[in-house]
């Protein structure tokens, strides 16, 4: 434990918590390479800060979404895609790599995607769920819409999960479970 600018901050060995994970997880998720060991580290340590929790955005983005995190809440804005498996499996990755071992409540923003297959669906149900308090869709087409309940039919996640018309209501219902 270390005092930095009056607050207590606790550091851990974030590559021993990813080792961990992947063991327990994912045996083919590689060990973070030193550049992004240290972004996952700074996140760590920055979510660690109890009034950083409630007000901070970080970003991050790959070929199939758009992450953020703010006032505790996982954003993940999906791409304009047909979501596979492969990809759903980056998506995950990048999101778990984002929270550094912290569980967060997380908005699915599936407005853009245009399909999903059956395998991404049970992934994402199954392995995407890990570090996640709950979730909250956010739909507006029929296509959304549809995949939406598709998911939440067929797949029956485990941790609490509906699906919202706007963001603000999805981000209503997820501050229940920062």
């Not at 790959?62 to 759903?88: P, R, W």
């Not at 991404?120 to 709950?134: C, D, M, Q, T, W």
Request: with cysteine; aromatic share 10%.
């Amino acid at each position: 434990m270390r005092e930095i600018v009056g607050f207590n901050l606790t550091i851990i060995p974030i590559n021993q918590t990813f080792i961990r994970f992947r063991q327990i997880f994912n045996p083919d998720l590689p060990i973070l390479p030193p550049d992004r060991l240290s972004k996952a580290i700074a996140y760590y340590v920055i979510l660690s800060l109890p009034v950083f929790k409630k007000c901070l955005i970080m970003l991050h983005e790959n070929d199939y979404a758009t992450y953020k995190i703010v006032d505790g809440i996982v954003h993940v804005i999906y791409k304009n895609i047909d979501l596979d498996v492969s990809q759903a499996v980056h998506i995950v990755k990048d999101r778990l790599m984002l929270q550094a071992g912290q569980f967060m409540p997380v908005l699915c923003d599936i407005r853009a995607i245009q399909g999903i297959d059956k395998a991404s669906r049970s992934y994402l149900s199954l392995e995407g769920s890990a570090f996640v308090k709950a979730v909250a869709f956010v739909v507006d087409s029929p296509v959304s819409e549809m995949l939406s309940d598709i998911y939440l039919t067929t797949n029956s996640p485990t941790i609490p999960t509906k699906s919202f018309l706007n963001s603000e209501e999805a981000v209503k219902y997820l501050n229940r479970f920062r």
